[in-house]
């Protein structure tokens, strides 16, 4: 194992345990990395600084790396919603969709920074609002439920909304982590979501892709 794949699992451990809900490392072990771990040290000050900061985990790479890719050279796609911001999401617009008309939406206004040229301070339940119907081919829904979108009645109004500004035929990607805490309900019980079809994508071969995280980190296709 080398030195970034041992960074990679040392994140994704980090990650797992803000999931789970543990108690924070104490003052020391946030130190140790400083020295030892490949990339933190420059992660931290490109955070502390508010500059784009990838994230190295194995669930961020599939949605970089075969995910938007797949979408991003498909001209059936060409509005796209990406929803939630963070230093980890700034460099989205100009690495993917720079030729896209390319949306953000995020309820936290202290994270437009990190949202694209056209971004939106609202939360997902109220995107209809801001869009018209019909208007997206692509929604992109990651890391948010469980983690703000928490519940059911926000889930129902939120996918609601999507399935209504997305165009016939648009797609819904939904990224969740599969970990009892940062699933407040089945996700099978959102009742909105029955109104989609599953889309096997075909760079994963399924409508339902679980990564190789410590957080169950799940992509799940949809299509209207």
């Not at 797609?171 to 099978?188: K, M, S, Y």
Request: charged share 25%.
């Amino acid at each position: 194992m080398n030195r970034r794949e041992r960074a990679r699992h040392a994140i994704e451990a980090r990650v797992y345990q803000d999931a789970i809900g543990a108690p924070p490392p104490s003052k020391w072990r946030c130190i140790i990395p400083l020295f030892t771990e490949h990339g933190y040290a420059s992660r931290v000050l490109r955070k502390r600084l508010g500059l784009p900061t990838p994230l190295n985990t194995e669930d961020r790479r599939v949605l970089e790396q075969t995910i938007f890719p797949c979408y991003g050279v498909n001209p059936s796609f060409k509005n796209v919603l990406f929803v939630g911001c963070n230093t980890y999401t700034s460099d989205y617009q100009r690495l993917y969709f720079a030729d896209h008309n390319f949306w953000t939406i995020e309820p936290n206004a202290d994270l437009t920074q990190f949202g694209a040229r056209q971004h939106v301070v609202a939360p997902l339940e109220e995107m209809g609002r801001h869009f018209a119907e019909n208007f997206f081919d692509l929604i992109i829904c990651n890391g948010v439920f469980g983690w703000g979108l928490d519940r059911e009645e926000q889930c129902n109004a939120a996918f609601e909304q999507c399935h209504t500004c997305l165009r016939e035929g648009g797609h819904l990607i939904f990224g969740w982590d599969d970990v009892p805490r940062r699933t407040p309900i089945e996700v099978a019980q959102i009742g909105s979501l029955a109104r989609y079809g599953r889309f096997n994508f075909p760079p994963l071969g399924t409508w339902r892709y679980l990564t190789d995280t410590p957080y169950r980190h799940t992509f799940d296709f949809y299509q209207k």
